[in-house]
């Protein structure tokens, strides 16, 4: 297989030192050059995780999208969701025929509140048994680090989810399928949101204690929206009815989001409970959090699916009602169980 990266940030550049580790070649679309001539002059990303070194000649870099998709089999997406339309653009609409494509994105695409199966299905033909997930609870700078950590796989042809997933097996990488590639995606939105509530609850000086409940009762709500969200492939459908919602994926992702000193969405949040406003805290962070697009992203999609999802609609109301984090997090404690 040809695997291609597209997208330069932390995560992108922990995928390609899973995949360069196992001896892969791969095609990687940076989109400055100047970022391109220091990678070739120093070996490692100038801008995220400076501690992971690569080989040059197991890169092939370029600033032009269309030749890394069309030397890839295999095409990783790992770009904030709000810049994948942006990312993907300059590609015509057969650029992906025939590819495998894996998203890394956790996230919503913003401006039509989709996710990514969604819109690359509707603007490239993509067929979901061609499109596969790679989520789980794994930090890109613990990756950086090679401390061991494990990625869920997911697509509804799991033969070759696990036949991508065996190319990113190594000593520091554990690798596990499944087939509700719907699931884990809406997971992965999720549990961001949450995390910008656990940094939130953190902010207001709410302890331990607390949080533990907090995060159960997220993963509760969590697990009832996945349930109900419809699923217009009926095997995916089928499927969903074996799903394990306390797996790595799902509930994983969602303590070490929550937890993690490397979440940028619970450091995010923990501004927002110190009391800085949105503007304030997206500077002060210079990164994407997730959780924020996430929040109202989540909150339209609810109005169709209605699940009870008390804790997203607050954090949804404290981000874009600018309801005071004090008074949202009141109503969220009468809430918990």
């Not at 653009?89 to 998203?103: D, G």
């Not at 302890?207 to 009762?217: E, K, P, Q, T």
């Not at 509930?251 to 503007?279: A, E, P």
Request: charged residues 15%; aromatic residues 10%; hydrophobic residues 40%.
């Amino acid at each position: 297989m040809q695997f291609g990266i597209i997208g330069s940030g932390s995560w992108a550049t922990a995928l390609a030192k899973i995949l360069t580790d196992n001896g892969n070649a791969i095609h990687w679309w940076i989109r400055n050059a100047s970022s391109i001539t220091s990678f070739k002059q120093r070996k490692h990303n100038p801008h995220y995780l400076s501690s992971a070194y690569f080989n040059p000649s197991q890169l092939r870099m370029s600033t032009n999208i269309n030749t890394v998709v069309s030397k890839s089999d295999v095409l990783i997406i790992a770009v904030p969701s709000a810049y994948a339309e942006e990312a993907l653009s300059s590609l015509k609409p057969q650029s992906l025929r025939n590819k495998k494509i894996v998203s890394a994105i956790k996230g919503i695409l913003p401006s039509h509140n989709q996710l990514l199966n969604e819109y690359l299905q509707e603007h490239f033909h993509v067929k979901l048994n061609n499109y596969f997930t790679l989520l789980g609870p794994c930090h890109a700078e613990e990756v950086a680090s090679e401390k061991l950590s494990y990625l869920t796989f997911s697509g509804t042809d799991e033969a070759m989810a696990a036949a991508i997933a065996n190319h990113f097996k190594t000593d520091y990488i554990n690798t596990v399928t499944n087939h509700d590639v719907i699931g884990v995606q809406y997971a992965a939105v999720l549990k961001n949101i949450y995390a910008l509530g656990a940094g939130i609850a953190h902010g207001l000086e709410y302890g331990d204690n607390f949080l533990s409940v907090y995060i159960a009762n997220a993963a509760n709500e969590m697990g009832n929206f996945l349930k109900k969200v419809p699923i217009d492939d009926a095997s995916c459908a089928e499927e969903r009815k074996t799903v394990n919602y306390a797996a790595s994926v799902y509930l994983g992702d969602l303590l070490v989001t929550c937890y993690s000193l490397y979440s940028r969405n619970r450091t995010f949040g923990n501004m927002i409970g110190k009391g800085y406003s949105v503007k304030a805290a997206q500077l002060e962070l210079n990164m994407v959090a997730e959780g924020y697009n996430a929040s109202k992203c989540i909150y339209k999609t609810n109005q169709k699916v209605k699940a009870e999802m008390p804790i997203a609609s607050t954090i949804y109301k404290i981000l874009w009602r600018r309801i005071p984090a004090a008074e949202g997090f009141a109503t969220i404690e009468a809430l918990l169980r």
